[in-house]
Every structure is written in C-alpha cells, then in structure tokens.
C-alpha cells in the first residue's frame, strides 16, 4: 500500500507563492508517476502538472505552465509543486496522487491519494 501526505497549502494574496509537499511512504518502488490534481467546489478534480519517475517528464495544464514547477526529491520520496503567481482562479484543494502508469491525466489514471491541502488565493 501506499500513503500519501500532503502538507504546504494556505492563503495568499494574488501575485504570492506557495510550494506544496507530498511525502510517499509504503510500497512505493512501483510508482510511476507523481501528480498534482485540484478540485474547486462544484468542479471536476482535473490534472494540475505530473511527474514521471523513470525519465522525469513532466506535464502541466495549460492554466499553470510557466508559472508552476513539478519535482521531486528521491531521496525524501517526495514530490513538490512550488505555484508562483498565484491567481484567485488557482484556489481549490489540491490533491498529490500517485500512479502505476506513465500514461493519462484522469483521475482513475492514479492509484493513490493524499487527504488535499486546501491553497486559497485573494485578489
């Protein structure tokens, strides 16, 4: 099993910066890949940026290139997403997931879930 725990999120006004956490524990040698997601109410949980863990490709949604970096620590088995230029739009809960797939952005692509690390952004 894998467990996953997010940590990082919180208030900022627009313009700000926030750099989420995602620590892994457990069985975690067959993880592919590392994603972010988020989900504002009423809307569906989308793909934020992922990582893949063999050849570190990364993907991001269109609404955060440029302005979000993906990465991750081997040896802390965490994954970062550091959000810079933070817009009100970007307030959701954020949601670190794992996969056994290096393929798809859905939701059923990933495996594991972390508990969400609510990121709120002001005007």
């Known amino acids: 099993q894998v467990h996953l725990v997010e940590s990082g999120g919180g208030s900022v006004q627009a313009g700000g910066s926030l750099r989420l956490s995602c620590v892994a524990y457990g069985y975690t040698y067959m993880i592919t890949r590392m994603g972010w997601f988020c989900q504002a109410p009423g809307k569906e949980r989308e793909a934020v940026a992922t990582?893949?863990?063999?050849?570190?490709?990364?993907y991001y949604a269109d609404s955060v290139e440029g302005r979000f970096t993906i990465s991750q620590d081997n040896a802390k088995n965490t994954v970062y997403l550091q959000m810079n230029s933070l817009k009100p739009e970007d307030t959701a809960m954020y949601y670190c997931?794992?996969?056994?797939?290096?393929?798809?952005?859905?939701?059923?692509?990933?495996?594991?879930w972390g508990q969400g690390t609510q990121v709120t952004v002001s005007p």
């Open positions: 990582f893949n863990t063999g050849d570190g490709s990364t």
């Open positions: 997931a794992a996969s056994y797939s290096s393929i798809g952005y859905e939701r059923t692509d990933f495996a594991h």
